[in-house]
């Protein structure tokens, strides 16, 4: 199944093969876990003037071979786009880089990808939490069921997503057992230092056996690095 980010940068193409723009970000429903359409950046009027982009329902879209067919001659105006979609551009949410959080409010991290299926429906969400909180905790999926749309200000999962779908990171490496189970996944979003010190400290007090104690130092010196001062000079 495709990922949002397999999508961006993808050259749009008529049923003549004319090139027809470049796709700049997908869309979702503004509420429904659903990618609904793509911004498409149009080439330039003589290469040099810009020109507004267009709004493509991902339903009239056909995914080959590195690029995306449209089956018209040109692309259709904002105005057709909407009235086929039932929805305003503008009514669209770019998922990529929203903050997720739970239900009850706890914050998990940041949308890094979308895996959609070929209709939109989104099958999985990859969370980032940053550089350092992702070396350190690792980054965490969250499966289709779990995810519940964007509420106006954020993406919403459901509660159970807080303690499921960490992959990698120096807590994983170190061992899946109690340090892996205590590290809250709303920690993904704390600032990068302070994610590093928590997860040093849970696999210290969590009595992880010796093989932990190559990642508590690997993950010191990212936790050096990330408070370290900048240099002034």
Do not use: C, N
């Not at 199944?1 to 027809?20: H, I, N, R």
């Not at 706890?106 to 070396?135: C, F, I, Q, W």
């Not at 057992?177 to 230092?193: I, P």
């Not at 696999?203 to 990642?215: E, H, L």
């Amino acid at each position: 199944m495709p990922s949002v980010s397999s999508y961006e940068g993808m050259q749009v193409l008529s049923a003549a093969d004319k090139p027809l723009g470049k796709v700049a970000h997908v869309l979702f429903h503004p509420s429904k876990p659903l990618a609904v359409g793509v911004e498409v950046v149009v080439p330039r009027l003589g290469y040099v003037v810009d020109r507004p982009r267009r709004y493509l329902p991902l339903a009239g879209l056909e995914r080959e071979d590195g690029f995306l067919r449209y089956g018209g001659k040109k692309l259709p105006s904002r105005a057709s786009s909407e009235k086929t979609l039932g929805l305003s551009w503008d009514e669209t949410v770019i998922w990529v880089g929203q903050q997720v959080m739970t239900e009850s409010g706890s914050p998990l991290g940041y949308v890094r990808d979308v895996v959609v299926s070929a209709r939109g429906e989104v099958r999985k969400l990859k969370l980032s939490g940053g550089m350092t909180a992702d070396a350190a905790i690792g980054r965490q999926e969250v499966i289709a069921e779990d995810v519940l749309g964007f509420d106006g200000k954020v993406v919403r999962v459901r509660d159970v997503a807080e303690s499921e779908g960490l992959s990698g990171g120096l807590a994983a490496a170190a061992g899946k057992g109690s340090a892996y189970a205590k590290v809250g996944a709303e920690r993904l979003a704390a600032s990068a230092a302070a994610a590093g010190v928590t997860i040093a400290k849970t696999v210290r007090d969590s009595g992880v056996a010796d093989k932990a104690k190559g990642a508590l130092r690997s993950l010191g010196r990212i936790v050096k690095q990330a408070t370290k001062p900048e240099d002034d000079g």
